[in-house]
């Protein structure tokens, strides 16, 4: 009898626990900004919504970075794509612990965007390519755990009462990721073995000489596309109002110290990877459309403690976190759905418009909270600014099921 053959250990398999790795660090310094704004405004008077205008030069770089990714993955490859996010997001980190003053702060947030924008693009196209749908939802919730994880790192550097001891967690975050580029390099060599996954639709697209690529303009014009744009744009408002705005919210309105503060924007954070693991696992029973609208009634329900916890810290961070939970499906459900609300033909290219519009809504909405911050509402406000945006959200989304059915008529008549 032949001898049973050993299979062999292909380090290719390894891959996949990095790529989940590399979006655990990419959500790392995610939450360093509103976590430890308060710390930065009591040592540095840094000003008290100057967080906003650094999100929005992040989101600038986040937005060119949208743009220009396609190209630079073509050129580059996924890998060094990588290595480029993993850089970029060191330098931004160490240049934020040691900025001396709030200009050059500021100017740090363009290489994050750029670093987190190219990194995440190049680790998420790595993923369509390569793995199946349950890994993606997945990756979404690492990325949270992440972002926690980094707010959990800060708020354990804290001084509860001065803030100081945020530049040691700057740098304990700047050498996770430091080591992380270390195993992405030593891994590269690897990225290219992993087996592909091409929907057969695809083959047959790259195979028809005649076949003509999607533009922006003829997405757009595909109906519910722009309600879903706002849709993305809402949400991404209300995911980054409450990281940046929240820990501020709970120290000049409820009271807290700087480190209870810091850990309001954890707990969303927490809130936002328990739901998105749940949520993964929920895919395997229902709709898109169904854990969407779940989604929206636990926001809702998270915004209504958050008007009324005032006066109560505790009930405050309880609210950041089911509001965390409510936001889970918001962005995964809507891009899953994309083939079947605009077509399979057209969903690259409304995905794309899709981002665009979110990476807008980081660059717009926060700031224009620091205006209304800035008049006699001041940051009492915040709860209902965020109602708002998610009530536009809710209508939003019923409209883009209204326009997209015509395009699942279309569909089923072909």
Known sequence: MPEKQKKKFEWWWMVLP????????????????????????????????????????????????????????????????VWLGLILTIIAVLGWAFSPSFVVFACFGLPFGFG???????????????????????????WAIGSAAGGAIINSTLDP???????????????IVAVV???AIISAKDWKKVPLIVPDKVEDEKKDPNAK????????????VIAAMLVLFMYASIENINNTVGPTFMKEVCGSNVKSATLGGTLFFVGLAVGRFINAFATLKLSDKTLFRIGE?????????????????????????VIGV????????????????????????AIGLILTASNIGNLLMPKLFSVIAKTSVGYQFYPFYVLILLVVLCAMFELMQVRSRKNKVEAAAE
């Open 18 to 81: 990095i790529v989940y790795l590399l979006f655990i660090t990419f959500g790392l310094p995610n939450n360093l900004l509103g976590s430890t704004w308060p710390a930065l405004n009591k040592l540095h008077d840094f000003p008290l919504t100057g967080s906003t205008t650094v999100f929005m030069i992040i989101s600038i770089g986040n937005i060119i970075a949208s743009f220009t990714s396609d190209k630079i993955i073509r050129a580059l490859g996924h890998a060094k794509v």
């Open 116 to 142: 987190a924008g190219w990194g995440i693009a190049a680790t998420n196209n790595f993923m369509v390519d390569h793995y199946r749908a349950f890994h993606l939802s997945m990756v979404n919730a690492v």
């Open 161 to 175: 009462n001065t803030g100081a001891g945020y530049r040691t967690g700057y740098i304990i975050i700047g050498i």
């Open 181 to 183: 580029l270390v195993i």
């Open 213 to 224: 690529p999607i533009t922006m303009k003829d997405a757009i014009a595909i109906p519910g």
């Open 297 to 321: 009634g636990i926001m809702l329900v998270g915004v209504i403690l958050l008007i009324v916890s005032k006066s109560s810290a505790t009930l405050a961070l309880v609210a950041l976190a």
């Open 326 to 349: 409510g936001c889970a499906p918001i962005n995964p459900m809507l891009i899953h759905s994309a083939p079947a609300s605009f077509g399979a033909k057209y969903s690259q290219a």
